[in-house]
């Protein structure tokens, strides 16, 4: 019965094809040259398609009488009438060259290029085009090819090696010749898709891939067009990659140059020529088309240049509802040259809009109020009193002739409070973010053959797409179980070889095994950049960690990591387990285990890098890590009490030893001398409370800590919740009550400490983002609070660091903030694109960015320390250089530098 209804289906889809009739033809300029990618937009249908390299096109139409549209940037639009019945009608097109010219109106008397004048409301209104659609339904073609132009030398051997060992761990004769799989210079990949997409506000889509062909050597169903829906230059950022011309803060990194209007139909259109203030990887240049009145994009001309190569955009807007613009032709051309690997690459697609709605709820300024017949439209618009502040206000600025700077940034903020104002309670707020995009491949979708291509292409292939289509047809065909011969020289042994060597690699550098059951097995490997280190007190250590898990029923799950760890100088065998079972998804909730025997740093502030450590330690004779012998046995429960508020309660038990320096071992001998294993800190000071010194003890304490993220948004994966930020901060509660009986006297002391955190990281801007934190603490009665206990902070004095640390003091030594003292701490860091340096010549050209930052740490019977910093980071991607100046009660300290190589 299935097949009964697919094979009829597929009558009908053949019988509705062979009933389509055909319009084609070629479009060139007056000299006579092909126009690539021109637009043709059957206005009845809201259709469109776009010609190849060639200029040809095609397009298939019920029969019927239709307005056709044929445009490029740079050309005038023709306007056509024609007929379809049972014949297919070739009609090539010369589009005449576009003249631009400036009117006397245009020409400003305080000498401003008018080109402001329009950027102005134009950036004011885009947060009204990025939402003034309710709903659409489309049908999408994507077509993209690939062509290799150069490989080097040692990129081509590297593939030729993987390939062969590919060959030789599958079975004899699998593949009829390895070498149809190398990609070689002049080789030309293509893929094609055919989608359905349907989309709600604000931001659910549903796409249904209908058929989609692939030559690329990796080929699958994952096709998918919704970045390149999704993205639109009325948004301030263009796919994470550079800055649109739109966006509110597009006068800091963008001039603009009037080139003239144009009449087309009932519209002016204006062209503006867009140009970066500064070389940078993060903005385009090029053209943008404004259609005067409404204050919309007619069409894109872009160009951004950054690590891949050049990226040529080019969009083309059609009014494809009353007076709803919205693209129908998108083509990208990228010129790649990456270390001397270089390929063009051409990705386009035409878009046939079904059904379009406006959202209603954001109505439309009354200065912008015409349709796109030129006529002025309906009068549906409110009195002034019905009308809110904020649409009042929007209208008052839109009726100024010269909108100032300051009236632009206003426009763009009243706009995007009425987008947000227009978005349904019931989703607007709705705290669960649930999957906005649902993809759906139709069974087949892969298998669709050349007769069906040819019957629903918008866009007609070129010789270089038809020549890749038939090579990737013949390796199928030799590919297929008819066609293939079991290879009698394939030799057993190098399958065996390959083997060995892949396991042998898994022992000594890690791997995860994992079955079907749930279960996994990660070991990290005999041969690890955590595996060996080196301190004064162990001296040299090896080690090494394993995790396993088990996936239990409802999404439950139990974790142990064991670790096991050598000290040669010390002859002392370390180990600790860390357990945890993962319960009740939707409460977060878990039960953790942690006990071992271990060295453990004196301090618990942020940490000291052991690798780090040792380098200093060996070549520069700096022992900065200082270590106590802890015997410990930790258990506690985390649950979230409701959404944003969790609770974490724990209890510990610990053996302290002070230890000793049992080595003083390095490569290089220098005039340092390692210090003692005893902080830096005045409190250990002889003639301090005895009691704040490091002894012997025996340690207990009580935990419990409360964290609250108002209004925290949340996502459900496999019936686990996790969170997904919030627009608010963080808000840390913490208290601890600690017993510890001192060896040295017999005497149990106890304290209670409490302690409070608020932070937030966000974005601030395009590419810009500000971090802060803010705690403060004390002790009940610090008379008996030994200095493992006391609040540790985060110094970080070495020139060299390997982490990212985001709430560290860079100049001050290890240990030497730590205190028993009720204290305030701060921390404030804004990264943007440009702020100083990015701004010469030469750097603004890069990804870097910008760094200033201020930390602050104030406590009783301490000087007050502020740190002010200034850097540079993703250097080369993966480093931050800063200059630090510290002072104390306000006066100059030090000042230093950083490096900070973030490989994680």
Known sequence: ????????????????????????????????????????????????????????????????????????????????TVTLSDKTITKNIILPVQYYQIPEVRISASGEDPAYIIMRKVIGMAPYYLNNISNYKAEVYLKGNLVIRNIPKLLQKSMKIAADNESTSISAGSKPNNDEKLIKEGDVFMME????????????????????????????????????????????????????????????????????????????????????????????????????????????????????GKIKVQQVYIPVQDDIWMPVSHKFDINISIVGFKADASYGGSVKYIDVKPNLALARPKTISV????????????????????????????AKDDMSNRDMVKLSRLMEKESKESVPDSIKDKLEISDRTTHVV???????????????????????????????????????????????????????????????????????????????????????????????????TYGLNFRFSKALKDWNSISVYPDFRWAFSRRQFMWRVNGTYSFNGL?????????????????????????????????????????????????????????????????????????????????????????????????????????????????????????????QKFRMNKGRKVPRGSSWPTFSLSWQHGINEITEIKSSRSYDMIRFEVFRSHDVGAFSELRWRLRTGGFFDNRSVPFYDFFHFNPQPPFVLLDDYQDAFMLPHYYSLSTPEAFGEFHIKYTTPYLLLKLLPGISNTLMRENISLSYLGSRNSSHYTELGYGISEILFFAEFGIYVGFEDMGYKSVGGKLILKFN
């Open 587 to 711: 409460k977060q909730r878990q039960i953790y285990l942690r006990t071992g025997m271990y060295s453990k740093d004196i301090g618990n502030g942020g940490g000291i890098n052991p690798l780090v450590n040792s380098i200093t330690s060996l070549f520069f004779e700096k022992n900065y890590l200082k270590l106590y012998d802890s015997k410990y046995f930790i258990t506690g429960f985390k649950t979230e009490i409701a959404n944003g508020l969790s609770l974490d309660i724990s209890t510990n038990i610990e053996k302290r030893h002070v230890l000793d320096n049992n080595t003083d071992f390095s490569f290089i001998e220098t005039s340092n001398v390692y210090t003692d294993n005893i902080p830096d800190n005045p409190y250990l000071d002889s003639a301090s409370n005895p009691i704040n010194y490091m002894t012997d003890m025996s340690h207990a304490d009580i935990n419990a800590k409360l964290t609250y993220t108002p209004f």
């Open 442 to 540: 139709e069974k087949d979708a892969g298998k669709k053959d050349s007769t069906y291509w040819a019957g629903i292409r918008p866009v007609p292939l070129s010789e270089i797409e038809l020549k890749s289509i038939r090579k990737n047809d013949s390796i199928k065909a030799m590919s297929s179980p008819g066609n293939i011969k079991k290879d009698t020289l394939s030799p057993v042994s190098g399958k065996k070889n390959n083997m060995f060597v892949t396991k042998a690699k898994w022992i000594l550098f890690g791997h995860t095994w994992k079955d079907t059951t749930g279960f996994y097995f990660t070991h990290n490997g005999f041969i690890d950049k955590n595996s060996i280190a080196f301190n004064t007190v162990d001296g040299f």
């Open 1 to 80: 019965m299935r097949q009964s209804i697919c094979f009829l289906f597929a009558i009908l889809i053949s019988t509705a094809l062979l009933k389509a009739q055909v319009i084609k033809g070629k479009i060139t300029n007056q000299s006579g040259d092909p126009i690539q990618y021109s637009t043709v937009y059957i206005q009845e249908r809201k259709q469109g398609t776009t010609a190849n390299v060639k200029g040809d096109y095609e397009i298939k139409l019920p029969a019927g009488k239709y307005t056709v549209i044929y445009q490029s940037l740079g050309y005038e639009p023709i306007f056509t």
């Open 371 to 398: 349709d796109y017949t030129g006529k002025p439209a309906l009068a549906t618009e409110k009195p002034d009193s019905a009308k809110s502040k904020t649409k009042q206000q929007i209208e008052k600025i839109l």
């Open 193 to 308: 898709s055919f989608n359905e997409i349907e989309f709600n506000a604000p931001d659910k889509y549903f796409q249904k891939v209908i058929s989609f062909n692939s030559t690329f050597p990796e080929q699958g169903d994952d096709i998918s067009p919704m970045d390149f829906i999704q993205a639109s230059f009325y948004q301030p950022i263009i796919g994470n990659m550079a800055i649109s011309p739109l966006a509110p803060n597009a006068f800091s990194h963008y001039k603009f140059k009037y080139l003239g209007a144009s009449l087309q139909g009932n519209y002016t259109i204006n062209k503006i020529e867009v140009i970066p203030k500064r070389k940078s990887q993060q903005v385009f240049e090029g053209t943008i088309f404004i259609i005067e009145d409404l204050w919309c994009l007619h069409s894109v001309d872009l160009t951004n240049e950054n690590l891949v």
